[in-house]
């Protein structure tokens, strides 16, 4: 019997204790003697509401506020007391803090040693904005970290900061805590650069990759320059995505830049052919098509060729060969060449002769001269019904580019800016019946011509893109050749390719990007264009304008044929089933 007595007052006592130990829920926090920072910004540091309270918690809050008090300035604060009120069912706990912030301590004055007069100038200067200010830990590391990232680009990237005293005492007069800091700064020797190795390039020659980081052997060691090499040797579309590179000593302590590529397929190839047959009898079958190579790196030397061929219907084609010929003579100028034919209905055929040389002033900024020649020619100058005068046009202008963008076939952030003004001095030649005495034979024609493009990430993966571009003709005697044709996969989607002719056009692209990978990503767009046509009095063509829209969705991945992009879009007021298909390969140096 009093054995089963035990038993019974044991498990109730357990009972009891457990009920009595059970760790109250923290349900509100108070804080009294505050002034200088609000409660929310003390509940921040604390970051406790809702959580179990237990016998640690009164230390941690102590720590916690008493650091962050400290951090700003306020040496002298403490955490007074903690009281504590328990609800009635034991369950929570409210607790009142009671703190003494103080005074914050003041920078009186920063003493440096070990630079020379002139540094020691510079860096007191910098040094001088904090004087006076509260001594904030943060602020004085951000000092640091700007002083010391001016020594890394100077050739210093050893250098370190010390501090060697901290005196704190009471001014007196002021009423003040104050605090005198003495820093030592160690710059070690100047670190330059003896060698680049160039690891991983197996096709590209190594002069091609060190041309481009702008680096010469033997200058002092910079961190900034050593930050730009992924970026610059990502725009060239040579390599995979180039990683950071090393900088280390040899054992005859000199200085060893190590770079290390990934080669990637620089060539890229897309055609397709198609036959139509005979639609009368008297006629005959034609072949439509595309041909489109492209080869950025030829012979590892940064070279770049492109030939394009498209043949859209029986009586139109065009042809287009490019040439790159960079860093002429070792020099920052790059040389292109341009040929372009195009066969435009029946009515005439145009070729285009065009030469730039291209000067690479920085890494984003460049500006080029072009010259070209053009050649307009009547597919039947004899006819009844005129269609363009048989010409040819000497054309001179400039060019400046800008451009920023951290990738050139997926850029997720930067902007893009081509801007280019042409003068043509042009030359009417025929046909003979069609020129009067009042035909001007000698017209003189102007065009300003505006590329922008802005690219903005806004959240992992999800970047919106905007295109603008501007062309505007203007002068004497401007016939339809002359003009800018817009329509299609790479300005107007939704509508055929060059659909639209206009002296002054307008047309925006605007994309929403989802990435899926490193050179992948869904896409929404709306493409908008505004087309002026001038009045064609010799083919009774009055002026005419108009607005275009066109909107859809695609794709763009990677391939070994290079970036291919397909997306389906809708002309404006069109139904589904009218869309149309666009296809493009983007690879083109």
Not at 560 to 565: A, D, N, R, V
Request: hydrophobic share 35%.
């Amino acid at each position: 019997m009093i054995r089963q007595l035990t038993v019974k007052i044991c498990f109730l006592l357990i009972i009891f204790f457990s009920f009595a130990t059970v760790a109250q829920t923290i349900d509100s926090i108070d804080i009294k003697g505050n002034s200088n920072f609000s409660k929310e910004e003390y509940l921040k540091w604390i970051n406790l509401s809702g959580k179990s309270f237990h016998k640690k918690i009164p230390d941690s809050i102590k720590t916690k506020i008493e650091f962050n008090l400290n951090k700003y300035g306020y040496l002298n604060s403490s955490v007074d007391s903690i009281g504590s009120v328990i609800s009635p069912d034991s369950q929570k706990i409210n607790l009142t803090l009671f703190v003494t912030e103080g005074k914050p301590t003041y920078i009186n004055k920063i003493l440096i040693t070990d630079l020379d007069s002139v540094e020691l100038k510079q860096i007191t200067e910098k040094f001088a904005v904090l004087t006076g200010t509260p001594f904030v830990v943060a602020k004085l590391e951000e000092e640091f970290t700007d002083i010391l990232t001016d020594f890394e680009n100077d050739g210093y990237p050893f250098a370190s900061i010390k501090v060697k005293s901290l005196f704190f005492f009471f001014d007196s007069i002021k009423k003040k805590n104050k605090v005198d800091i003495s820093l030592a700064f160690k710059k070690n020797k100047i670190s330059r650069i003896d060698t680049i190795i160039v690891k991983g390039n197996s096709t590209t020659k190594k002069d091609v990759i060190i041309r481009e980081l702008r680096i010469n052997k033997g200058e002092p060691y910079s961190q900034n320059k050593l930050e730009q090499i992924p970026y610059k040797l990502n725009r060239l579309r040579f390599f995979d995505f180039v990683q950071p590179p090393k900088y280390y000593f040899n054992s005859h302590n000199k200085g060893i830049l190590e770079i290390e590529v990934k080669e990637k397929n620089t060539n890229s190839f897309d055609g397709i052919l198609g036959y139509i047959p005979a639609q009368k009898e008297n006629e005959s079958g034609y072949f439509t098509g595309l041909i489109n190579v492209s080869m950025r790196n030829l012979f590892g030397t940064g070279r770049g060729f492109s030939f394009r061929w498209s043949k859209l219907d029986k009586h139109s084609q065009e042809l287009e060969i490019k040439y790159l010929e960079p860093w002429i003579f070792g020099l920052p100028f790059n040389l292109n060449l341009f040929l372009f034919q195009k066969q435009q209905d029946t009515t005439y055929v145009q070729r285009i002769l065009s030469g730039s040389v291209e000067f690479l002033a920085t890494e984003n900024f460049s500006s080029s001269f072009v010259f070209s020649k053009d050649y307009t020619i009547p597919t039947n100058p004899e006819g009844n019904d005129f269609t363009v005068f048989n010409s040819t046009a000497t054309n001179t202008g400039v060019n400046f580019k800008y451009d920023i963008r951290d990738n050139i076939l997926v850029p997720t952030k930067g902007i893009y800016l081509l801007n280019t003004y042409k003068y043509s001095a042009k030359n009417i030649n025929g046909p003979e019946k069609y020129i009067s005495d009042t035909t001007n034979i000698t017209p003189k024609q102007y065009r300003i011509e505006l590329d922008l493009l802005l690219i903005k990430k806004i959240a992992l993966r999800h970047i919106p893109f905007i295109g603008i571009h501007i062309r505007e003709l203007q002068g004497d005697d401007i016939e339809i050749s002359d003009m800018y044709r817009i329509g299609g996969n790479n300005t107007l989607r939704g509508y055929m390719e060059n659909q639209f002719v206009g002296s002054r056009v307008i047309w925006t692209n605007m994309e929403y990007r989802y990435l899926t990978g490193r050179r992948s990503y869904l896409f929404l767009f709306v493409d908008m264009a505004y087309y002026k046509r001038k009045e064609l009095k010799l083919q009774n063509l009055p002026e005419f304008s108009a607005t275009k829209i066109g909107y859809g969705a695609g794709i763009t991945f990677e391939t070994e044929l290079g970036m291919i992009s397909v997306s389906y879009a809708l002309a404006q007021g069109e139904s589904f089933n009218k869309g149309k298909l666009h296809f493009g390969l983007i690879g083109e140096f």
